[in-house]
């Protein structure tokens, strides 16, 4: 069911975060077989690399909530490829619990994955995607634009990623650059397997049929796969999608429509 033509991203450098894990190396599955020069990222190195040579990838492990790795790995991409096309920011971290039990830890290392790291990378890619005309997408969530109880700090990062999205594709519309946001509802993806896991209280499926629970389709309520963002995100990257920039896209089954 790709829906792709073989050859779109034909010698276009894309730098894929978060590719270790679910969307991110979807991502990368996608895109290699449509022609993609890809850099994959993750601070897990282990899969990363073992993903990595099954495509024909370069690997880089990195932490992403330092702003220096960041940068050394943006200096590794252009000096590995010469340029870049495409840069997906598919890292990221779910924390749940009380607001009122809340560390400035939590908050920490929410944010510094979450929107920081998708700021500055952005912020050192400019350059090379202002010579290429390229494309930024960035993986929000629903939780970026409705609240998610108990979620607090992660709607605050999503919600920061929305807006900086925006400002962004304003900032570079003149240069050609165009940069969206995707807000995916739940994901059949390692992040959901641990938030059931870790918040569910000893019962996941409960945690799974309680947020299935919200979704206006009722009994035929479903997760989203991995690859089905990725395609999405592909298509937002891709040259087919020129006229749209700064835009907050909603792939989340009409969850956050209204009520
Ligand atoms: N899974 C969901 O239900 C869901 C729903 C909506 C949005 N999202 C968002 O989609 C994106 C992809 O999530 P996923 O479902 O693929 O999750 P995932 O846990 O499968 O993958 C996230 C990856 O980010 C990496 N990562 C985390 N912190 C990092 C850091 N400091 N430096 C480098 N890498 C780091 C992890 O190692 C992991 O491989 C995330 O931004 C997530 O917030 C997920």
């Not at 991409?77 to 009122?100: F, K, M, N, Y």
């Not at 240069?175 to 059949?188: E, K, M, Q, W, Y």
Request: proline share 5%.
């Amino acid at each position: 069911m790709n829906p792709f033509a073989p050859g779109l991203f034909t010698d276009r450098v894309v730098l894929i975060t978060g590719a270790a894990g679910g969307v991110g190396g979807a991502l990368a599955e996608v895109l290699a077989p449509l022609g993609a020069r890809l850099v994959l990222t993750d601070r897990d190195g282990h899969v990363l690399h073992q993903r990595a040579q099954a495509l024909g990838a370069s690997a880089y492990a990195a932490d992403l909530s330092e702003v220096a790795q960041i940068e050394r790995l943006i200096a590794h991409t252009l000096q590995t490829h010469g340029r870049l096309d495409g840069l997906a920011h598919c890292a990221g971290i779910w924390v749940e619990g009380p607001s009122e039990e809340a560390t400035e830890a939590d908050w920490q290392r929410c944010i510094d994955v979450n929107l920081k790291a998708a700021f500055f990378l952005c912020s050192r890619t400019i350059p090379a995607l202002k010579t290429t005309r390229g494309a930024i997408v960035t993986i929000s969530s629903d939780a970026g634009v409705v609240g998610n109880a108990g979620a607090a700090i992660y709607c605050a990062s999503k919600g920061g990623v929305g807006v900086m999205t925006k400002a962004l594709a304003r900032e570079l519309a003149p240069a050609g650059v165009r940069v969206n946001a995707l807000c995916p509802s739940d994901i059949l993806s390692p992040m959901l397997q641990f938030q059931a896991e870790r918040y569910g209280a000893g019962d996941p499926q409960a945690y799974f049929q309680r947020l299935l629970a919200h979704y206006p389709q009722a009994e035929s309520a479903r997760f989203l796969r991995p690859e089905e963002v990725a395609w999405h995100a592909a298509w937002l990257l891709s040259p087919a999608c020129e006229g749209v920039t700064g835009t907050n896209a909603m792939l989340d089954f009409g969850l956050s429509a209204g009520y």
